[in-house]
């Protein structure tokens, strides 16, 4: 079985501020992680995707995520924020075909000026 | 432009009536994918299609039903068994089962009047 915990539903930052968003998931096989982020009434954009390469996975927009077995976390970051990345992000987990893909329940970013 | 075509964006259900949510796709895709969204509840997979003429279910099929005649079209149908209607729909699209980076159309809100 997988999962993927979000934690906070919600996240506020002030633009050019730091963006943390956390994911972390469990798997009992190496999984594959991916952060998909939604605007307001459109569908779903991969931003980047982990598949056992680089710990370390840049994305678009200025995105890099990095996995921590360790930690099984996968957190999204941007140094500076934009106020062009409000919107929800999504953490997804899959250990093999993108029909088994579980995602987590989202977190909205607000940026602030 | 290639894409995910979801039609219409907003539709209304009547007690008791079936209604049929359109998604068309020009990337050639073979694998077709179904998803509901709630608040607050992330994406949960309704039916999935990896080849034409075959489907299976999700997590949440109870309620809802899919044909696959085409390879570009994956209608779904919500029937009056589905209590709860009331979702954002989500189309979704992959070059084929085991490639996990999934296409997402705009999506279709539904609202029981």
């Known amino acids: 079985a997988q999962s993927v915990t979000q934690l906070g539903s919600h996240v506020s930052v002030s633009e050019g501020a730091l963006v943390l968003l956390r994911c972390n998931y469990s798997s009992s096989v190496p999984p594959y992680l991916f952060w998909y982020v939604q605007y307001p009434n459109q569908g779903l954009q991969l931003l980047l995707k982990y598949t056992s390469a680089a710990t370390l996975v840049k994305g678009i927009n200025g995105f890099e995520a990095e996995f921590k077995k360790s930690e099984t976390s996968f957190h999204l970051t941007k140094p500076s924020a934009h106020m062009s990345d409000a919107a929800e992000y999504f953490c997804a987990v899959t250990t093999g075909t993108a029909s088994k893909l579980t995602f987590g329940t989202g977190t909205r970013l607000q940026v602030t000026l | 432009d290639g894409g995910i075509t979801q039609s219409p964006k907003y539709l209304f259900r009547k007690e008791g009536q079936n209604v049929t949510l359109s998604c068309e796709q020009n990337?050639?895709?073979?694998?077709m994918y179904w998803y509901r969204q709630d608040p607050g509840q992330g994406l949960r997979l309704i039916y999935y299609?990896?080849?034409?003429?075959?489907?299976q279910k999700g997590d949440i099929a109870e309620g809802y039903s899919v044909s696959r005649e085409k390879k570009e079209s994956f209608p779904l149908t919500v029937t009056s068994a589905q209590k709860n209607p009331t979702a954002f729909y989500l189309c979704a699209s992959s070059p084929g089962q085991y490639n996990e980076k999934l296409f997402f159309g705009s999506g279709t809100q539904l609202s029981v009047l």
């Open positions: 299609s990896q080849i034409v003429n075959d489907f």
């Open positions: 990337l050639n895709h073979d694998a």
